[in-house]
């Protein structure tokens, strides 16, 4: 722990206990909007490699990939990657081989997380590969497991999932019970790996970047540079301040962010935002996720009445017939049941179909505002873009911008990616002075959220340029011709 807290004091941070919450980490000096506060190397990761998608284990790209000759699992691609993978793949491959084929490939991407975390411990034990203040088992250990909290048919599925690990490894002296509380830890604390447009690639565990708690109302964001995992300021951080990041999505009411929490990690949440919500913000948790007002010229909000039997509209007063409401919520979750399929199988047009009809029918059920509607529309912006439907696209893209911008914080890098998707639809359909409001709005945000060196934000400013150049010539060209 001393060598740990040294190591931090270098980057202005010491590790904390609070009463409520356990460990936190504290910063020891001024952070400014848009600093790394601390980044980490995975102690251990695996891309989420699947029968018809594969990553190199190395950088998680997709491209140019070559198979492990012997163990037929690890893809890699290049001589780099495999190179600086080599020592925690050789043993891995040769545990690997112990395996028949069938058990080998039907391995998951969990168990394999597991096999890597112990075969870096042994490495580090072995003094094969370094162990540092901020990189080693002891780390792991001190990382909280919540097994008491854990009902009894998880601690089983934990208890089997140990057991295959054991299999695997087959070393003598190794703790199940332990292998077991490892994988309830790593459910509390890995992160889930992704690009620099908040797409998945994988998990990683990061035992410093797990001491981190969460906030509804983060002042700090986690994003990904390769595997590398970066914790930036998303505003001023004053000295002696608890760093924090937001682990779920945020949009949505209180309810929905507290059941997310006590789920996945086992919490219930006391941010500043959760206790507002908890107390004061009926209306906002209604709009977000309740129903509208059946008066088409009212944007009030409906609770229910004294009987259960009915919704009122808290401006107008018009009452809505529960049983209507159940209705068309019901058909919303039979088409949805069978858009998502259309989906999943890649059958575009027919998705595009169902999902607008399902759009129809959410605008008659829900507040303009909602979270599902806004759902909705993100997959049809999805469904628009694979479809080549620019105008489309573009349409539903500026529709979830509205909704981004009340359920989302100004810096929030969601709501900076939608401005950046937005601005590249303005690009292709020719709305240059469109694309520069949109990029350059993109920009504001990314550039704090992910850094201003990053290859991305590169690109982005680099699209940003072309806009204007382009804008000047069109303008140039208009005088010429007067």
Known sequence: MEDLQSALAARGLTVSTLPEKGRCLVTTR???SGDVI???EPYASVPNNSPVSSRCDGCFASSNLKKCSACQVVWYCGSTCQKSEWKLHRLECQVLLGLDNDKRKSITPSIRLMV????????????????????????????VSHMSDIDEKQLVLYAQMANLVNLILQWPDINIKEIAENFSKLACNAHTICDSELKPLGTGLYPVVSIINHSCL????????????VVRAVEPIPKGTEVLISYIETAGSTATRQKALKEQYLFTCTCSRCIKGLKEDIQENAILEGYRCKNDMCKGFLLRD???KAFICQQCGHVRDKEEIRKIASEVKSLSDKASISLSSGNYLEASSMYKTIEQLQMKLSHSLSVNLMRTRETLLKILMELKDWRGALHYCRLTITVYQRVYPAIHPLL?????????????????ENAIESLTKAIDILRITHGTNTPF???LLLKLEEARAEAAYKTRSAKSWD
Do not use: H
Not at 118 to 132: E, H
Not at 218 to 229: D, I, Q, R, T
Not at 416 to 432: D, F, P, S
């Open 30 to 32: 001024d952070f400014s």
């Open 38 to 40: 601390i980044s980490q």
């Open 116 to 143: 890597k975390l112990y075969l870096r411990r042994k490495l580090q034990g072995d003094q094969a590969i370094p162990a540092t203040a901020t990189d080693n088992y002891s780390l792991v250990e001190a990382l």
């Open 218 to 229: 983060p002042n700090s964001v986690l994003v990904f540079e390769e595997k590398m995992a």
């Open 306 to 308: 004294s009987d259960n």
């Open 416 to 432: 900076g990616l939608q401005y950046y998707t937005c601005g590249k639809l303005e690009w292709l359909l020719e709305e240059t």
């Open 457 to 459: 934000i590169k690109e």
